[in-house]
């Protein structure tokens, strides 16, 4: 089976390559032929050199390995593929340190996915990811295609209008905090299930079943259950009490948005610039070292999980992160997890970002949800919600209505090229709409400013 990864000389591809040594399948539900695809044969060059490391100790009574091979034609890489990941970053982390740095000077929340920052990463994303949409529709139209590309949930939806049921998004958020909440239980994470309900970046976990009981009544009431992993530290007892529900962890920036703002302008440098620098470091040792890049990487990328959310920690009394969310991964696990599960119809369930159809009341059947969701050979679908509550649902339409502008003004800006009259106004009306409108842009002006600095979407 071969597995296209578009994105692949990408910093966390070593993670994926992992996951896929330690499958023990057979050749038929097995990544077999691994393809690498990046417009930079540089960065190709260096994690092929890790996942080459990776490989040579690899055990020699498991499957072999799978091959791997690199490029930079994305029609070569897409040829005859069984299942595409998608992880790009539009811009690199220049374009992310761009996107962060802009929204701070006006005084508001300059993040990757959360408010303007996401808005400005959206707009920068979604022609390229609506492109490659088009182009796996051509050259691989039987593919699955599992996206990683943030802002997941919009990029899934954009996607989706090309390529239908057949892509589906992940994020590594909701089942890291699932995870911690039945360790805090003492339960296993691995047989209990979860009701969790929202959009990508912005969902709740309202309740963790063990043996067919809710738990959730009882980790609410202990405090110091509830304050021993992430989230709880993040938030505070007595306001997860006050929701009756663990929010995921992007929602620190809604509830404590003051603090976080503060404490993000305070560091001496944003998310994307230190990631920007540490991995210019990084690709710099794999292009001129003659060996160890594995080691190198590893370092990097333990610093990397160290500092994940650093900011939000430090206004929350500031600690460490526990060393069981420092393994990485997540979001290699559960890709492999839906790919297993559609290649060998081994039914499983995942909280997804798919089409809503009808499992949250409120939201259209075409708004892209991150929900549980049964995945077989056909795919995946998500499972009923039930009623949500005022305050969570309030947010997700708001949410929704941004990242459909956002979607909007990428499709304006795109249609600007063949089609001039109006396109390039259009696409400025709809990514205004869609910053003015987020939540934590607290200003029509403020939002107008930080379009007019980011240069985006690009004019025809």
């Known amino acids: 089976m071969r597995l296209t990864v578009l994105g692949g000389g990408g910093f966390r591809m070593p993670l994926v390559y992992r996951a896929l040594l330690k499958d023990t399948g057979d050749d038929a539900g097995r990544c077999t032929e691994l393809v690498l695809y990046d417009t930079d044969a540089r960065r190709l060059d260096a994690i092929g050199a890790v996942l080459a490391e990776q490989a040579e100790n690899h ?150 079943v063990v043996d067919g009981r809710d738990r959730m009544p009882e980790l609410l009431a202990d405090a110091g259950a509830l304050e021993s992993f992430e989230e709880g530290k993040l938030f505070g007892a007595e306001w997860l009490r006050a929701l009756g529900a663990l929010p995921n962890e992007y929602l620190h920036y809604y509830y ?24 210019a470091r990084f690709y710099e040792t794999a292009r001129t070292a003659g060996g160890g890049v594995l080691a190198a ?30 393994d990485g991964g997540g979001y290699d696990r559960i890709a492999l997890a839906i790919m297993r599960a559609i290649a060998r119809d081994e039914r499983t369930t995942l909280i997804l970002n798919v089409a809503n159809r009808s499992a949250v009341p409120g939201l259209d059947a075409d708004a892209v949800v991150e929900v549980p969701c049964l995945v077989d050979a056909g795919g995946a679908r998500p499972m009923a919600t039930g009623a949500v509550a005022p305050d969570q649902l309030g947010l997700m339409l708001s949410l929704k209505a941004v990242e459909r502008s956002t979607i909007e003004a990428a499709e304006a800006a795109a249609a600007a090229g063949t089609t001039r009259a109006g396109g390039t106004a259009a696409a400025r009306g709809a990514a205004l709409r869609a910053l003015a409108l987020h939540p934590l842009v607290d200003s029509v002006n403020v939002a107008s400013r930080i379009l007019d600095a980011s240069g985006l979407p690009a004019s025809a």
């Open 59 to 208: 055990p020699a009574d498991r499957p072999a390995a799978p091959a791997v091979r690199a490029t930079t034609d994305l029609d070569d890489a897409l040829r005859g593929t069984d299942f595409v990941f998608s992880a790009i970053r539009v811009g690199g982390l220049e374009g992310r340190a761009h996107d962060e740095r802009i929204p701070l000077g006006e005084g508001v929340l300059g993040q990757e996915t959360v408010g303007a920052g996401g808005v400005l990463y959206g707009l920068r994303t979604l022609p390229v990811a609506t492109r490659i949409a088009e182009r796996i529709a051509a050259v691989a139209p039987d593919a699955w295609v599992i996206n990683f590309t943030n802002p997941a949930g919009m990029v899934t939806e954009a996607m989706r209008r090309v390529l239908g049921d057949r892509v589906i998004g992940i994020c590594d958020s909701p089942v890291g905090l699932c995870r911690r909440a039945a360790r805090a239980l003492g339960a296993d994470p691995d047989r209990a299930s979860y009701d969790y309900v929202g959009l990508n970046h912005l969902g709740w976990l309202r309740g963790v």
């Open 297 to 326: 990487w590893e370092r990097t990328r333990l610093e990397r999980e160290a500092t994940y959310l650093a900011e939000s920690r430090e206004a929350s009394g500031g600690w460490e992160r526990d060393s069981c969310d420092l």
């Open 256 to 279: 404590f948005n003051r603090e976080a703002v503060a404490s993000i302008r305070q560091a001496p440098a944003t998310r994307g610039e230190f990631l920007r620098e540490q991995q």
